[in-house]
C-alpha cells in the first residue's frame, strides 16, 4: 500500500509517502509545501490545496494519514490549523481518498516507543525505519512520514502491497 502523510502548517505542510506491506517500509517521496509568507491565509490554503492535489495525482497513494489537531498555541493558531487540515482533507476527498487521522502522541508511540518524543528522536527512528543515510533530518517532512509510518503499523495490512 502507498500511504501519504501529512503533518499540516499554515507556513510549512510536511508530506511523505512511502510503500508499505505492513513490515516493510520504502520511503518514495517528501517535501514541504511552503507558502509564500507574506501570502494571506486564503492564498496559502490555494497554495496547499493545489500542492496536496498535485502530490497525490503524482503518487496515487491508496490512503492519506494526517496527523490530527491536537492542541495550539492561541485560538487563533487552532482556527488556522483546522482551515489548513480543512484543505488537505478537501485535496484527500477530491480523489477519493481514505482518510485517517491520528494524534500526535500516537504517532509518537507508535514510531518511537514514547508519546512524548522530541522532534529529533523521531527523526531518528524515521531515518532508521526507512533505511535512510545518516540520523535522519528532524522537520516537517519527517513528521509527515511518522504519520504515514504511524499508519502502516496500526492499520498495514489492510490494503495489499503492490
Known amino acids: 500500500m502507498v500511504i501519504l502523510g501529512v503533518d499540516p502548517g499554515s507556513m510549512r505542510t510536511g508530506w511523505g509517502a512511502i510503500r508499505s506491506d505492513g513490515r516493510r517500509h520504502h520511503l518514495l517521496d517528501k517535501g514541504v509545501l511552503a ?13 496547499i490545496h493545489a500542492g496536496m492535489a498535485e502530490i497525490i495525482a503524482r503518487l496515487a497513494p491508496d490512503i492519506l494519514a494526517v496527523e490530527d489537531l491536537f492542541h495550539a498555541k492561541s ?18 476527498a477530491e480523489a477519493g481518498l481514505r482518510v485517517q487521522a491520528f494524534p500526535p502522541a500516537t504517532v509518537k ?32 517532512a ?10 502502516a503499523h496500526l492499520h498495514g495490512l489492510a490494503v495489499p502491497a503492490s
Open 35 to 47: 507558502p509564500p509568507p507574506r501570502d494571506q491565509l486564503p492564498a496559502r490554503l490555494r497554495y
Open 142 to 151: 519527517a513528521d509527515a512520514l511518522a504519520v504515514a509510518l504511524c499508519h
Open 109 to 140: 508511540l507508535q514510531v518511537t516507543g514514547q508519546g512524548q518524543a522530541e522532534k529529533g528522536q523521531i527523526a531518528f527512528m524515521v531515518a532508521r525505519m526507512l533505511a535512510l543515510p545518516g540520523d535522519g533530518e528532524a522537520g516537517d
Open 75 to 92: 485560538a487563533r493558531a487552532a482556527l488556522v490549523l483546522g482551515h489548513v487540515r480543512g484543505v488537505i482533507l478537501l485535496a484527500g
